[in-house]
């Protein structure tokens, strides 16, 4: 799977050849929306009732629709960059569809890590297969990768708070649940980037 298209830079929809989105990826945004719209509008079926979803439906689908509008306007589909900007809002979402938050305590935790393992590793593999990322030395990539994966854990955060005072219910927001969020979020990223990392180092020494 390549990390970046080798479709050059055009003009807003004007690229030469039709691109070759992977299926499962197709299906993992549409099943997304399909979930959070369903959650928006039925909150009472599956998992769903208090957990926010028509504050999430924004919040969880914008991200999977920016590779997409990026390559509409002209730029590189970014494959492992939009994998990484799907999977993990559709783990989370999922998860609360079906009642897995409620059924297992630690699924929170688990996803935490999952979640950012996928968006850290993603954001670090595809700079570093950018072309000044190609310029960069590979630790600099990394720690790139982490801090914009850390402030997106860190809005994370912002958000579900915001989401508490606004009156959604079950969500368990206290300062050791926030920090212990924090941490798994950071670790998961730091092994994320880490396997990204020695994945591009040695496929440059291939080349």
Known sequence: MELVSTTKPLPANKHPEKLQVPRWLIASKVLLAALLITGA???????F???????????????????PIRYWRGKPYLTVLDVGLT???????????FGIYDSFN???????FVNWFILYGTITATIAASESGRRTPMWIA??????????????????EYMAMQSGVGHLSLTYRD??????????????????????????????
């Open 41 to 47: 509008l039925f909150p009472h079926v599956g998992g």
């Open 49 to 67: 009732e208090g957990k926010g979803m028509l504050f999430r439906l924004p919040i969880f689908l914008a991200p999977s629709l920016i590779v």
């Open 87 to 97: 999977l993990p809002f559709l783990l989370d979402t999922a998860a609360n569809a």
């Open 106 to 112: 630690r699924t929170d935790d688990v996803l935490h």
């Open 142 to 159: 990394c720690i790139a990768g982490t801090g914009i994966g850390a402030m997106g854990a860190i809005g994370w955060e912002v958000a």
């Open 178 to 207: 926030t920090l212990s969020d924090l941490v798994l979020s950071s670790v998961g990223g730091g092994v994320g980037s880490y396997i990204a990392l020695r994945f591009a180092t040695r496929k440059q020494r291939n080349v």
